[in-house]
């Protein structure tokens, strides 16, 4: 985990793109708060006109996030969703996507209910099979869209498998890493293409901004996502900037605790009477567990499991938790715990949930890094209420 310079994660979490302040040497990249920047002729400035367009502050983030997931460049968005709509307007009037069947409900629908009205077009497909989606490709598709883990089956995308297929197709991989993080996966090395995160998940890491980004080595797929986040103005602002880069800087440890957190959790859902199925990638039980290992350096902190009982059971589970907070997102320190079907995944059509196994007994929980035995407790607490 080094880059060409030898540093390693945690290194570069800390040090990329964050230089001490040339002017007064201070350690923290400054939030900067100005919409404009003075010019000394007209035309001629210092690297930065106008704040929708850059900002230093955002541009420090921006080469910390690259330099975490080893790219060339990275482009910070308001929220993760204004990133995904970029590749969307990437891809261009006419272009399809194939994409991950199992997808983030927010995805699910700027596809199918926002750019499949601006003639654009996508065939969800269960991409654990690296072969299925070769069938699906059209003269206009334009990239395959993977999410792995999934949201919120965590099933295991090969990577590497799906990327070789698709360049020999003239293909681009984009990689949404947002479960994951790029301290367990590293999605380039695996040969994509794109890799577009959700800041507000495990990124930022204390559920206090929204952001995503959109992270690249293709030049002229940056250069495409710069002149669209500029054009079309979705863009953080410098405070939630600095949130996120102070999160990256914790970013190595905390996912060490949320994974160790998450291990010992799993192993005691896999054993409980009231619970039917445990979804962790680092069980052996987990259908791609052997892509998981091959592919990740961890397994993450999201589990899902179905309790037994199915919605009325699920709801009293949910009302009784009190360590873990009934609330939407992930990644943050604090432990969440959420229904899809109602919740995050409420915008899919009943019978997609269904054929994708989001009943209404499926449970997911981001495990934070509390006490783990605080957790376990509650746990049982909420489980016997069920």
Known sequence: MSDEQGQRFETRAIHAGQPPDPSNGAVCTPVYFTSTYAQSAPGVHQGYDYSRVNNPTRFALEQNLAALEGAKHG???????AATAALAHWAGPGSH?????????????????VFALADRRYT????????????????ETRAIWIETPTNPLLKIVDIAAIAARAKDRGLKVIVDNTFASPYLQSPFELGADVVVHSCTKYLGGHSDVVMGAVLTSDDAIAEKIRFINKSTGGV?????????????????????????????VAEWLARHPK????????LESHPQHAIARQQMRGFGGMISFVVKGGLEAASRLLSTCRIFTLAESLGGVESLIEH???????SLPAATRQALGIDDGLIRISVGIEHVDDLLADLERALAAA
């Not at 969800?124 to 003269?139: C, G, I, N, S, Y």
């Not at 899809?340 to 409420?346: E, G, Q, S, Y």
Request: charged share 25%.
């Open 75 to 81: 482009v910070c968005f308001a929220s993760g969703c």
């Open 97 to 113: 996507m194939v994409v991950c069947d199992d997808v983030y409900g927010g995805t699910w629908r700027m596809f199918e209910q």
């Open 124 to 139: 969800f497909t269960d991409l654990t099979d690296p072969d299925a989606w070769l069938e699906k490709v059209r003269p």
């Open 236 to 264: 953080p602002g410098p405070m939630d900037c600095f949130l996120v880069m102070r999160g990256t800087k914790t970013l190595a440890i905390r996912m060490r605790e949320h994974e160790a957190n998450a291990r010992v």
């Open 275 to 282: 619970v039917e199925k445990t979804i962790w990638p680092g």
């Open 340 to 346: 899809p079907a109602i919740m995050t995944h409420a």
